[in-house]
């Protein structure tokens, strides 16, 4: 009935002397916005790159799939959403070809060299070429640095496997699909301190490593019934991924009442979840964990998740 009733207020006339903004500011005010959605944008992309490359790289020794990693940040206008990619030109110099957004201070890039393969054609983003010239043990790399071309040396590193990407959504979330891990743009906001953001990335690089998501596919299909098979597999990406934050460096102290905090705002998950389990149970498990995790480190003992008994 609602659709309804827009639909005729949309043809009908309204009653009030509405006021015309003047066009020059209101270009003014639109160019202000999307400045400022950009720089959050960017900033919130910054920080998620940050923490998660620690996470993915001090975990390469655990991670079945690895990567090797020379410390940059490609990008083409493809990385960024639709609405944002003029800016990102007018702003980062982002063009259709890959360059270098960001490099670790450790490296000899600048920001906008475009990376150059055996070949020299400039690579796409995430190029399996490049990767193929790395783990024949190159040691550096040619870039193509305004009109001159640059060896520039690296020390490639290996890395888990799994690519982070950062999307627009109002939705407090994050994800993974079996290859990459995907963190919601209000999950940036809603993750306080770098420690809950690594809890997060964590969690997800837990759901990848541990082959969850084709588990959950395989007992769809087994049981008929998705939604309770997947409570395990959550429980078991929180307790993996503590480890894998520990790991990482970070403080994992406190960082369990993000799950109170997530709670407050969405009380329905403190009683009831379908998929996950509740609120009250992952703040409690997890503290278990780094309890579990402290005595290991008062030991001396390896920082690695417990393994059920396998029978025999
Ligand atoms: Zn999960």
Redo the contacts with the bound molecule.
């Keep these: 009935m609602m659709m309804v009733g827009l639909w005729i207020s949309a043809c009908a006339h309204v009653e009030t002397r509405l006021p015309v903004p003047d066009v020059d500011r209101l270009h003014r005010e639109a160019a202000t916005q999307e400045n400022l959605a950009f720089k959050r944008y960017t900033s919130m992309l910054t920080r998620l790159d940050r923490v998660s490359a620690i996470i993915l790289a001090k975990n390469a020794d655990i991670c079945a799939k690895t990567r090797l990693d020379i410390g940059v940040r490609t990008h083409t206008l493809k990385s960024y959403p639709k609405h944002l990619r003029e800016a990102a030109g007018r702003q980062l110099g982002a063009t259709k070809t890959a360059s270098i957004l960001r490099a670790n201070p450790q490296t000899a890039f600048l920001p906008a060299d475009i990376l150059l393969n055996e070949e020299r054609p400039a690579i796409s983003d995430g190029d399996k070429v490049f990767q193929k010239y790395l783990q024949d043990g190159a040691s550096s790399v040619f870039v193509r640095r305004g009109d001159e071309i640059i060896e520039v040396p690296i020390t490639p590193r290996a890395v888990c496997d799994y690519r982070v990407s950062l999307k627009f959504s109002g939705a407090v979330n ?3 699909t079996g290859k990459s891990i995907i963190v919601t743009t209000s999950m940036m906001d809603f993750t306080d301190t770098d420690e809950e953001l690594a809890l997060v990335v964590g ?2 690089l ?2 990848n490593t541990m082959g ?1 998501v084709r588990k959950i596919i395989q007992n769809t299909i087994l049981s008929g019934f998705a939604t309770r098979t ?1 409570r395990p ?2 429980a078991e ?2 307790y993996v991924g503590l480890y894998y934050m520990a790991r990482a460096g970070y403080e994992i102290e406190g960082v369990e009442m993000f799950w109170q905090r997530l709670g407050v705002v969405n009380p329905k998950s403190i009683f009831r979840a379908k ?2 389990p509740i609120t009250p149970s992952r703040l409690l498990s997890i503290r278990l964990t780094a309890q579990e995790i402290n005595h290991k480190r008062e030991k001396g003992e390896d920082l690695v998740p417990n393994k059920l008994r396998q029978p025999k």
């Design positions: 994050a994800y993974a969690h997800e837990a759901h969850h997947t597999f959550e990406a929180d998929t996950h």
